[in-house]
């Protein structure tokens, strides 16, 4: 550590002064905003090892750190100090799209305050109960809560208005029972929300599909089905699907990357470029499977409008769910 | 036995040269960063993850120097809380209550070695329990819902009450300060922003590590500062005082009781080493009150409030392993970013973590031992070096203290926004010590705070507002039980003391 200090300080400076006229990145990094070892961190390490083991770049990419409101500090810092930095790649996810779709990540910011440039991968939603519980099917549980809805607590790892509720609230709607009706408890995380599960204090965990790599096949979780548009692969493919059993009920956890709001096009396309070299490597597609991901190989004009697609349907459902007045 | 054999696994795992080698220098660098203000374990794991990644370390390895990282920083944080009141990080707040009026006294060597002593004895008890109930009690703490998390946090702040008992309206307005701010943030029930006033740094809340250097470290260097304005500066007299058997026997029932609060409370998930430390002290003020032979002196340099909450910290930091391992549920902060170093390293944290990576799970434990032997080697003869600290000139000391802690505290975010956030706290700190308000309490306020209201209100939206919640178990009456007998214990003991007193004075008179 001592010794290390300086020579990056001393390359980072010379790193500066060679900065080129076409554009060509002279310190990349990707902004994780969030803490170490959580989505975002992986998030940035599908990018900073994918393209380096795809044999995309030269120059290491740093991981940076940003933590807070699921993105909101780095999306502030980028739109007030960095909006024209071609350099700095930051991670996002539905989680932050929801945010942005509600307002919360500033007054003046919206889906137009950064350029969407390339994903990561995508995850689903999955409906998540204990071993021992009664259910075996999202037709039994759902019957079981139309029955009740005050009887059973649904808990998760965000408030209301968060993509775990949103989650909760969707899969309420298409089996006909009011999202507002249903007992709602927030926890830190989805660690916590699954402790929480394991321990009986809640019955129902709207999380995610990748977080229960292990959790599942350790025999303590039970996973009624996946709210993916069809059935996963591997370890997941005995899983049906939400829709399978009846309930329109899909949610999409998006994961990728953007870009400052006026950062110049030979920047944008350079990276939107490099994803797309990404995409058709081997060793990239790797990574992104190894941290949970299944890739979604969408970059450039086409990711922009998706991503901005999303958030207005996004907005839709939380005006609908009461969420934006 | 089963579990010896395992461990007899760990350790050819551990005594590796490969992990000794990792071992002493996550120790080491732990020390270093733990006894910095402003860089905590938490901190210090999440410079160092980048690293081992870089270094592409066996998973089994990385995870012996990012713990070692971790336990180590446990110790190292008592160092500046004793010679500068400042804690190094979290856990060691409550450590200057009693540590720095014991190195005023020019005892600091004497602080320093029995603190390193009862680490130790924290660690290694903490282990030794780990050892054998990992399982069992990984089981329990999970049983642990909203309701009893409620009725531990009370049962803390009852502790804490009695915590600067000669001032209980300062103490209790100092909590308020801490409450005040731990409703900052987005409302976890609602989504709803709660006094952000628009600042995307508030969505998070307030961040804790701010705060306690903000109050405690920049406050300080304030009240240095004015010292030097007013030419009052005072020279710590440099002792060569050393701990004595003596001490060590005098609070070996303390440690012992410490250990085994700490190490339950490290277990829990979502509580870690400040509010083990500060129950720990709280738990051992309202015992000393009872202590015929020794009256107690806490808050003016008592061994027992310095051994209590030492033991407590690392004792917590060994308990947070507890759930990462058995349940691949984070016990702490930082054992949350050591889990997500295990998926870095492609290793699903979980239930069959024991059954299908033994040589992951028992070599750690079996480096938790050879670290913390090797820590207190490490720390007993550099106690020494660190007590020539306090001969450094103030004047060089508190920049290099200033610069430390604007360091550590940009490293956190990247923003400069908490820097300024840091300034105005010390200010605050400053004007409060100025009217001798203890700030400890604002700050296990800020923790304790949090920690209820969240549970407090999933109990509540789980039984849809019935009360009768808080009442649904054994743990819960134990608990509340608990928090009964320690309103009422040293009232009790109090006024027996003084009927005593007064029938004594009765038989002289006669």
Same mark, same amino acid.
């Given at each position: 550590m001592?010794f290390?200090l300086?020579?990056?300080?001393?390359?980072?400076g010379?790193?500066?002064?060679m900065?080129?006229?076409?554009f060509?990145?002279?310190k990349?990094?990707c !902004?994780?905003p969030?803490?170490?070892g959580?989505?975002?961190?992986?998030?940035?390490?599908?990018i900073?090892?994918?393209?380096k083991?795809?044999?995309?770049?030269? !120059?290491?990419?740093?991981?940076k750190?940003?933590?807070?409101?699921?993105?909101?500090v780095?999306y502030?810092?980028?739109?007030?100090n960095?909006?024209?930095?071609g350099?700095?790649?930051?991670?996002?996810?539905s989680g932050?799209?929801?945010?942005?779709?509600?307002g919360?990540?500033?007054k003046?910011?919206?889906?137009?305050?950064?350029?969407?440039?390339?994903?990561?991968?995508?995850?689903?939603?999955?409906v998540?109960v204990?071993?021992?519980?009664p259910?075996?099917t999202?037709?039994?549980?759902v019957?079981a809560v139309?029955a009740?809805?005050?009887?059973y607590?649904?808990?998760?790892?965000?408030?209301v208005?968060?993509?775990?509720?949103?989650?909760a609230?969707?899969l309420?709607?298409s089996s006909?029972?009011d999202?507002?009706?249903?007992?709602?408890?927030?926890?830190e995380?989805?660690?916590?929300?699954t402790?929480a599960?394991?321990?009986g204090h !809640?019955?129902?965990?709207?999380g995610?599909?990748?977080?229960m790599?292990g959790?599942?096949?350790?025999?303590k979780?039970?996973m009624l089905a996946?709210?993916?548009?069809?059935r996963?692969?591997g370890?997941?493919?005995? !899983?049906?699907?939400?829709?399978e059993?009846?309930?329109?009920?899909?949610w999409?956890?998006?994961r990728?990357?953007?870009?400052?709001?006026?950062?110049?096009?030979?920047?944008?396309?350079?990276w939107?470029g490099q994803?797309e070299k990404?995409?058709?490597?081997?060793?990239?597609?790797k990574?992104?499977h190894?941290?949970?991901?299944?890739?979604l190989?969408?970059?450039g004009k086409?990711?922009d409008?998706?991503v901005?697609?999303?958030?207005?349907?996004?907005?839709?459902?939380?005006t609908e769910?009461g969420?934006?007045? | *036995?089963d579990?010896?054999?395992?461990?007899?696994?760990?350790?050819?795992?551990? #005594?590796?040269?490969?992990n000794?080698?990792?071992?002493l220098?996550g120790?080491f660098?732990?020390?270093?960063?733990g006894?910095?203000?402003g860089i905590?374990?938490?901190n210090?794991?999440?410079i160092l993850?980048?690293?081992?990644y870089?270094?592409g370390?066996?998973p089994?390895?990385?995870?012996?120097l990012?713990?070692?990282?971790?336990?180590?920083?446990?110790?190292?944080?008592?160092?500046? @809380?004793?010679l500068?009141?400042v804690?190094g990080d979290?856990?060691?707040?409550?450590?200057? #209550?009693?540590g720095?009026?014991?190195?005023r /006294?020019?005892e600091?060597?004497r602080?320093?070695?029995?603190?390193?002593?009862?680490s130790?004895a924290?660690?290694?008890?903490?282990?030794?329990?780990?050892?054998?109930t990992?399982?069992?009690?990984?089981?329990?703490?999970?049983?642990?819902?909203?309701?009893?998390?409620v009725?531990?946090?009370?049962?803390?702040f009852?502790?804490l009450?009695?915590?600067?008992? @000669?001032?209980?309206?300062k103490?209790?307005?100092?909590?308020?300060?801490?409450?005040?701010?731990a409703?900052?943030?987005?409302?976890?029930g609602?989504?709803?922003l709660?006094?952000?006033?628009?600042?995307?740094?508030?969505f998070d809340?307030?961040?804790?590590?701010v705060?306690?250097?903000?109050?405690?470290?920049?406050?300080?260097?304030?009240?240095?500062l004015?010292?030097?304005?007013?030419? =009052?500066? /005072?020279?710590t007299?440099?002792?060569?005082?050393?701990?004595s058997?003596?001490?060590m026997?005098?609070v070996?029932?303390?440690?012992?009781r410490?250990?085994?609060?700490?190490?339950?409370?490290?277990v #829990?998930?979502?509580?870690?080493?400040?509010i083990?430390?500060?129950?720990?002290?709280?738990?051992? /003020?309202?015992?000393?009150?009872?202590?015929k032979?020794h009256k107690?002196?806490f808050?003016?340099?008592?061994?027992r409030?310095?051994?209590?909450?030492?033991?407590?910290n690392?004792?917590s930091?060994?308990?947070? *392993?507890?759930?990462m391992l058995?349940?691949?549920?984070?016990?702490?902060?930082?054992?949350a970013?050591?889990?997500?170093?295990l998926?870095?390293?492609?290793?699903?944290?979980?239930?069959l973590?024991?059954?299908?990576?033994?040589?992951?799970?028992?070599?750690l434990?079996a480096?938790?031992?050879?670290?913390?032997?090797?820590?207190?080697?490490?720390?007993?003869?550099?106690i020494?070096?660190?007590?020539?600290?306090l001969?450094?000139?103030?004047?060089?000391?508190?920049?290099?203290?200033?610069?430390?802690?604007f360091i550590?505290?940009y490293?956190?975010?990247? =923003?400069?926004?908490?820097?300024y956030?840091?300034?105005?706290?010390?200010?605050?700190?400053?004007?409060l010590?100025k009217?001798h308000?203890?700030l400890?309490?604002?700050?296990l306020g800020?923790?304790?705070?949090?920690?209820?209201?969240e549970?407090?209100?999933?109990a509540?939206?789980?039984?849809?507002?019935?009360?009768?919640?808080?009442f649904?178990g054994p743990?819960t009456?134990?608990?509340?039980?608990a928090?009964?007998?320690?309103?009422?214990?040293?009232l009790?003991v109090? @006024?027996?003391?003084k009927r /005593?007193?007064l029938?004594?004075?009765?038989?002289?008179?006669?």
């Amino acid at each position: 550590m001592k010794f290390k200090l300086p020579t990056l300080v001393l390359a980072a400076g010379l790193a500066t002064a060679m900065n080129a006229a076409a554009f060509e990145p002279s310190k990349p990094e990707c !902004i994780a905003p969030a803490k170490p070892g959580g989505g975002f961190d992986l998030t940035c390490r599908i990018i900073s090892n994918g393209f380096k083991e795809a044999g995309l770049t030269d !120059i290491p990419m740093a991981v940076k750190f940003m933590p807070g409101g699921v993105g909101a500090v780095a999306y502030n810092h980028i739109n007030a100090n960095r909006r024209d930095d071609g350099n700095a790649l930051v991670a996002f996810s539905s989680g932050s799209l929801l945010n942005i779709a509600q307002g919360k990540f500033g007054k003046n910011l919206d889906e137009n305050s950064a350029r969407w440039v390339g994903a990561a991968g995508v995850d689903y939603g999955a409906v998540i109960v204990s071993a021992d519980a009664p259910w075996n099917t999202l037709a039994e549980l759902v019957a079981a809560v139309k029955a009740d809805p005050t009887k059973y607590v649904v808990g998760a790892g965000g408030g209301v208005g968060s993509q775990d509720w949103m989650k909760a609230a969707i899969l309420m709607k298409s089996s006909g029972v009011d999202p507002k009706s249903m007992r709602y408890v927030a926890y830190e995380g989805g660690g916590e929300a699954t402790a929480a599960l394991m321990g009986g204090h !809640i019955q129902i965990y709207p999380g995610d599909v990748g977080e229960m790599v292990g959790q599942v096949a350790a025999g303590k979780l039970k996973m009624l089905a996946v709210m993916a548009p069809e059935r996963l692969e591997g370890e997941f493919a005995q !899983i049906p699907t939400a829709k399978e059993q009846g309930f329109d009920a899909e949610w999409t956890i998006l994961r990728g990357y953007y870009l400052g709001p006026d950062v110049s096009d030979d920047a944008y396309n350079y990276w939107a470029g490099q994803f797309e070299k990404a995409y058709a490597s081997d060793a990239f597609l790797k990574a992104v499977h190894e941290k949970g991901l299944i890739p979604l190989k969408m970059s450039g004009k086409t990711f922009d409008t998706y991503v901005k697609s999303r958030v207005v349907y996004m907005r839709e459902l939380a005006t609908e769910a009461g969420l934006i007045k | *036995m089963d579990v010896l054999s395992h461990l007899a696994t760990g350790f050819s795992v551990a #005594l590796l040269p490969l992990n000794i080698f990792l071992v002493l220098m996550g120790c080491f660098i732990g020390t270093l960063i733990g006894s910095l203000p402003g860089i905590g374990p938490i901190n210090g794991v999440a410079i160092l993850l980048p690293l081992a990644y870089a270094l592409g370390l066996p998973p089994e390895s990385a995870l012996i120097l990012l713990a070692g990282v971790y336990y180590g920083a446990e110790y190292g944080g008592r160092i500046s @809380s004793i010679l500068l009141n400042v804690p190094g990080d979290a856990g060691a707040i409550m450590t200057t #209550l009693d540590g720095y009026p014991l190195s005023r /006294k020019g005892e600091g060597g004497r602080a320093l070695a029995l603190s390193a002593v009862s680490s130790f004895a924290g660690s290694i008890g903490a282990l030794i329990l780990m050892v054998f109930t990992a399982p069992m009690l990984s089981q329990l703490a999970i049983k642990f819902g909203p309701s009893e998390y409620v009725w531990l946090m009370v049962f803390a702040f009852t502790c804490l009450a009695t915590m600067v008992g @000669s001032r209980p309206i300062k103490t209790l307005v100092g909590v308020v300060i801490g409450l005040l701010l731990a409703t900052v943030g987005v409302d976890s029930g609602t989504g709803v922003l709660r006094f952000t006033m628009g600042i995307p740094n508030f969505f998070d809340g307030v961040d804790f590590l701010v705060v306690v250097i903000g109050m405690f470290a920049i406050s300080e260097v304030f009240v240095l500062l004015e010292s030097w304005a007013l030419n =009052d500066l /005072k020279i710590t007299p440099i002792g060569k005082s050393f701990v004595s058997m003596a001490d060590m026997m005098h609070v070996k029932w303390v440690v012992l009781r410490s250990t085994l609060m700490g190490f339950l409370i490290g277990v #829990l998930p979502g509580t870690g080493a400040s509010i083990a430390s500060a129950v720990a002290y709280g738990i051992e /003020k309202r015992f000393a009150v009872g202590d015929k032979e020794h009256k107690e002196h806490f808050g003016e340099g008592d061994i027992r409030g310095l051994a209590a909450p030492e033991a407590a910290n690392n004792a917590s930091a060994v308990g947070a *392993m507890v759930p990462m391992l058995t349940l691949g549920i984070p016990g702490s902060g930082t054992t949350a970013i050591l889990l997500g170093a295990l998926m870095m390293f492609n290793i699903t944290p979980g239930p069959l973590l024991f059954e299908q990576r033994p040589d992951i799970v028992w070599g750690l434990i079996a480096s938790m031992f050879v670290g913390n032997i090797a820590l207190l080697v490490m720390n007993l003869p550099m106690i020494g070096i660190f007590v020539r600290l306090l001969s450094i000139r103030q004047s060089y000391l508190v920049p290099v203290i200033v610069m430390l802690t604007f360091i550590g505290i940009y490293s956190i975010h990247g =923003d400069s926004f908490d820097l300024y956030f840091m300034i105005l706290l010390g200010v605050i700190g400053f004007l409060l010590r100025k009217l001798h308000f203890s700030l400890a309490p604002v700050i296990l306020g800020l923790v304790l705070g949090e920690v209820m209201e969240e549970n407090l209100r999933r109990a509540l939206s789980i039984s849809g507002g019935d009360w009768s919640i808080l009442f649904n178990g054994p743990i819960t009456y134990g608990l509340a039980a608990a928090t009964v007998l320690a309103i009422f214990v040293p009232l009790m003991v109090g @006024s027996l003391k003084k009927r /005593k007193a007064l029938a004594n004075m009765a038989d002289m008179e006669d």
